[in-house]
Structure formats: structure tokens, C-alpha cells
């Protein structure tokens, strides 16, 4: 069987831009890195220039470790980078309820979005093996 594309190289190279704070990492299901990278500006931004070089390689692990479907990562990724806060990418996985919560409290003061970075992959991974 072919691999799936589930994650873009494109979207992660746009994310690298800002990967000095982790972003890219956690696009490619690394949170533990992505929080690293966070808190110490991508290693310092040394391991944020390596990382330019390692894109590729992750995204290839991506591609085998998630099961792509009706439920798009890239489209997923981008709603929370950009109105995380406002629960958008939760509506779009069909989670209703704390897509609501999201709206009416700032992500859940803002934890719930950190607790979204960390767990983004796994929820589209679960929404598309539902199906």
C-alpha cells in the first residue's frame, strides 16, 4: 500500500519559520522537542538551523505514523495556529462542545491551546480512524 501524504513539507518549512518556537515540532507529532524548542528559542536557534535540514525526515515519519482521512492535518494545523484561541479546529474535527468552551474562554485561558499543540495529531489520527 502507499504511504499517505498527511503532513505538507510546505506547511512545515512555513512553520520552521517560526520554529525557533517550536512550532514545526509539534506539526510533526514531536512535543516534546516542540516544548524544548520553546522554551529555549529552538536550542538557541542551532537546533532550529539543523532543523531546516531534518524537515524532510520528518515529515516522512509523519506520513507513515498518521492515518490520513476525512479529517485534514494540514487544514487542522493551520486553525489552531491561527484561531486556536477561538476553537475553530475543534469545530472542524466535530467536537462541538469544547469547541464552545474554546470560543467563550480564550482556549481555555490558553492551556487548552498548549494542551491542543501537544495532542493535535492524535485527535485527527483517532477522528479518521473512526471512520
Avoid at 2 to 18: E, M, P, V
Avoid at 97 to 116: E, R
Wanted: net charge neutral; aromatic share 22%.
Amino acid at each position: 500500500m502507499a504511504q499517505q501524504d498527511t503532513h505538507s513539507k510546505i506547511i512545515g518549512y512555513c512553520l520552521w519559520i517560526f520554529g525557533f518556537m517550536g512550532a514545526h515540532r509539534f506539526y510533526y507529532g514531536k512535543p516534546i522537542t516542540g516544548t524544548i524548542w520553546f522554551f529555549t528559542l529552538g536550542l538557541f536557534f542551532i537546533g532550529w538551523i539543523i532543523d531546516l535540514f531534518l524537515i524532510p525526515g520528518m515529515d516522512e515519519k509523519a506520513d507513515r505514523r498518521f492515518l490520513s482521512g476525512p479529517a485534514d492535518y494540514n487544514i487542522s494545523w493551520i486553525l489552531l495556529t491561527f484561531l486556536g484561541v477561538f476553537g475553530i479546529h475543534r469545530f472542524y474535527l466535530g467536537k462541538w462542545l469544547t469547541g464552545l468552551i474554546w470560543l467563550f474562554t480564550g482556549g481555555l485561558f490558553l492551556l487548552g491551546v498548549l494542551y491542543d499543540y501537544w495532542t493535535l495529531n492524535e485527535q485527527v489520527d483517532s477522528r479518521n480512524r473512526s471512520v
